[in-house]
T-cell receptor, first 107, second 117 residues
Framework: GIQVEQSPPDLILQEGANSTLRCNFS?????LQWFHQNPWGQLINLFYIPSGTKQNGRLSATTVATERYSLLYISSSQTTDSGVYFC?????????FGKGTRLHILP | GAVVSQHPSRVICKSGTSVKIECRSLDFQATTMFWYRQFPKQSLMLMATSNEGSKATYEQGVEKDKFLINHASLTLSTLTVTSAHPEDSSFYIC?????????????FGPGTRLTVT
């Protein structure tokens, strides 16, 4: 099956810093999503991005499907950005989650 | 739009009893719903795919007789953990896909934390 690797596993930053999270995958996909899991466990949809580039406020994402990776950019980090960021990839309906990047933003 | 709810949010039960968890799509009809489980500080693992009006498709290693899934309507799927044991304690999360349009984006419920004593 498809393998998904996220890096870095952990990231500690000062408020206001920028960060780049990476998601590598082992096979061609037509389904790729980025999520933020908040401290209560709720998964928040950030981007549905099987290819291309999207932006939403301070967040943006780029997927280069031919090279099998996706990047999530967070600019001007806020403490509310803390939590775990998951990349999930797959073909059609079935998606496989990476292990996540645990982000901690210090005030 | 695309809101998914789960009930209950938290449940504690005794070993040997059964627990039912509901997953509802509130503002759309979901022909396909998914059930995941997540252990502390770990990733989400797909347990099964639930299709309205047909039997669920279980992932390898998931006991279908233990985790009963029923998708009886276009807005409701249920997961019943039968004869629960402490090792079934976990965070169970459902998701649903908005049908049509060629998009496979899933929307997730808030999860149910199950503790078996």
């Amino acid at each position: 099956g498809i393998q998904v690797e996220q890096s870095p596993p952990d990231l500690i930053l000062q408020e206001g810093a920028n960060s780049t999270l990476r998601c590598n995958f082992s096979d061609s996909v037509n389904n790729l999503q980025w999520f933020h899991q908040n401290p209560w466990g709720q998964l928040i949809n950030l981007f549905y991005i099987p290819s291309g580039t999207k932006q939403n406020g301070r967040l943006s994402a780029t997927t280069v499907a031919t090279e099998r990776y996706s990047l999530l950019y967070i600019s001007s980090s806020q403490t509310t950005d803390s939590g775990v960021y998951f990349c999930a990839v797959g073909r059609d309906d079935k998606i496989i989650f990476g292990k996540g990047t645990r982000l901690h933003i210090l005030p | 739009g695309a809101v998914v709810s789960q009930h209950p949010s938290r449940v504690i039960c005794k070993s040997g009893t059964s627990v039912k968890i509901e997953c509802r799509s509130l503002d759309f009809q979901a022909t396909t719903m998914f059930w995941y489980r997540q252990f502390p500080k770990q990733s989400l693992m797909l347990m099964a795919t639930s299709n309205e009006g047909s039997k669920a498709t279980y992932e390898q290693g998931v006991e279908k007789d233990k985790f009963l899934i029923n998708h009886a309507s276009l807005t409701l799927s249920t997961l019943t953990v039968t004869s629960a044991h402490p090792e079934d304690s976990s965070f169970y999360i459902c998701s649903a896909r908005v049908p049509g349009g060629g998009r496979y984006e899933q929307y997730f419920g808030p999860g149910t934390r199950l503790t078996v004593t």
